[in-house]
């Protein structure tokens, strides 16, 4: 413990780490069960990735939360949380913006035929008839596995550039996994399948849902209610503390230590819930791991995200939610369009926020460039693209979100495991939850559910397998409400 002046101990029973929508997840089911606990957060405000940003009544969205999931037991928590009025439905728009035209996304065949043209069109199909009958060999990696479900050639079109943006390295150098969970089910077959055979909202291939729900004020609105109501409940919510040390004994965490600006306190704690990143949940160990194992730790690498808001004319923006773009002499990855999301996202009529996403990592020279400089590159690159008059841009506003996506390398598989084994044996009482805290590229949906599944086998003794979730697709996707 620091200096008695500057430390505090409390007693705390559950230690929740993190308050985004696993930790607070996790909270709110266990003061259902009446059984209090403590959030620490070592941000000032909650929501993490899905909380709303506001700047000057604009509010912006952290990328794009569509509230749409196949597990009820989310849905229906959703609802508990927020009334269903505070809930939109919205109908899904969005595009790949591909050498100047934009490609209709789901596929639409008349669409893409007239961009792509007859003979590309025809090679394209080529193509994908091709790896039916010769698959690529290596199908572990991003590139393999995609090429394998549209062809090598539409692969290099809608999918590799964008992926490079994202995470910075060669697409061959991503593993499968982040392709099986952002494209589950789908491939060029069911894509056109589905565009000659419309079905309304079709919801059995999440990349082609037609509509989703939406928090009238965004995401955060969600989790800025969950926090009233676990406090409601009895328990705390402490913002603004980082935890720095996490002691354990005989095989258990004991004792969670934070700093915030009125130095250090120590939680005592029954056990500990935990979506902050696993390399530095097992960083923070004391006594600490073997080298072997820290070395796993500093292995597991994350993207880093920042947005580029600007406030235009709504009648010179697009009608899409976001659109990606797949144009390799610009930077920008994505563009969300918040008044498509809820119009209620804006400050001013006649108005509306595009909000440019750039990839980035931590310390980079995007993540250290000044505000006023990314504002004006994003002009530049819509410009360049020849998708908005920069005569008409107005406001413009900048944030940042490290630790925004899991990196999906090589050898990041062998390194979880590693940590996994070290924190079952050594802090049995300590369980990882969340799309950080798994380090796994979970939505918001599965993040919740990790979340609830493991509060289940803390009060009830159950025996979930957390780290199945969005996984096996059975497991998640396709559970009766009888199972749960």
């Known amino acids: 413990m620091s200096d008695a002046s500057k430390s505090d101990s409390r007693c705390a029973g559950t230690v929740i780490i993190g308050a985004g929508p696993a930790g607070l997840t996790a ?22 990735i899905s909380r709303t940003v506001k700047r000057d009544g604009w509010r912006f969205d952290i990328g794009g939360h569509r509230f749409f999931t196949k597990v009820p037991p989310v849905s229906k928590l959703w609802h508990e949380i927020l009334p269903d009025e505070d809930f939109l439905t919205r109908p899904r728009m969005s595009r790949i913006f591909y050498r100047g035209k934009f490609y209709d996304y789901p596929l639409r065949p008349t669409n893409a035929l007239r961009n792509l043209g007859l003979i590309e069109s025809i090679r394209c199909v080529l193509s994908y008839m091709w790896v039916r009958i010769r698959p690529p060999k290596e199908q572990t990696t991003f590139e393999g596995y995609t090429a394998a479900r549209f062809g090598w050639r539409l692969y290099g079109i809608f999918f590799k550039t964008y992926t490079e943006k994202v995470w910075g390295v060669p697409a061959n150098h991503i593993q499968a996994d982040w392709a099986a969970q952002r494209i589950k ?19 059995d291939i999440a990349s082609l849902i037609e509509e989703f729900e939406y928090p009238r004020h965004g995401p955060g609105m969600m989790w800025e209610r969950c926090h009233q109501l676990v406090a409601e409940q009895g328990s705390r919510v402490e913002l603004g503390h980082r935890v720095v040390r996490i002691d354990h004994v005989g095989g258990r965490a004991a004792t969670v230590v934070t700093a915030s600006s009125d130095g250090e306190t120590e939680f005592e704690c029954t056990e500990i819930i935990s979506s902050m990143p696993i390399p530095k949940l097992v960083e923070v160990m004391n006594p600490s791991p073997t080298q072997d194992v820290l070395s796993a730790a500093k292995g597991l690498s994350f993207r880093d995200f ?177 199972e749960w």
């Open 27 to 48: 909270a709110y089911q266990l003061g259902k069960h009446r059984r209090g606990c403590t959030v620490v957060e070592a941000d000032d405000v909650v929501g993490g």
């Open 185 to 203: 089910n789908l491939n060029l077959f069911s894509a056109i399948w589905n565009a000659i055979t419309p079905r309304r909202n079709q919801k």
């Open 306 to 482: 920042l947005t580029v808001a600007l406030v235009v004319p709504a009648a010179e923006a697009f009608p899409d939610n976001w659109i990606y773009v797949h144009a390799p002499d610009v930077k920008l990855g994505r563009i969300q369009n918040f008044g498509a999301w809820s119009p209620e996202m804006i400050a001013e009529d006649g108005m509306t926020c595009l909000g440019l996403e750039y990839f980035v990592t931590e310390g980079d020279s995007l993540w250290t460039a000044d505000d006023a400089d990314l504002v004006d590159m994003g002009i530049s690159e819509l410009k360049t693209l020849g998708l908005l008059d920069p005569d008409h841009v107005g406001q413009g506003y900048v944030v940042r979100m490290a630790k925004a996506y899991p990196m999906y390398d090589s050898e990041y598989r062998d390194n979880v495991d590693i940590l996994r084994e070290w924190l079952g044996q050594h802090v049995a009482n300590v369980y990882p939850i969340g799309r950080n805290g798994m380090h796994r590229y979970n939505n918001q949906d599965h993040s919740m559910y990790t979340a609830m599944l493991t509060v289940d086998n803390i009060v009830n003794g159950t025996g979930h397998n957390v780290w199945d979730v969005n996984v096996d697709a059975e497991y998640h996707e396709e559970m009766s409400r009888s």
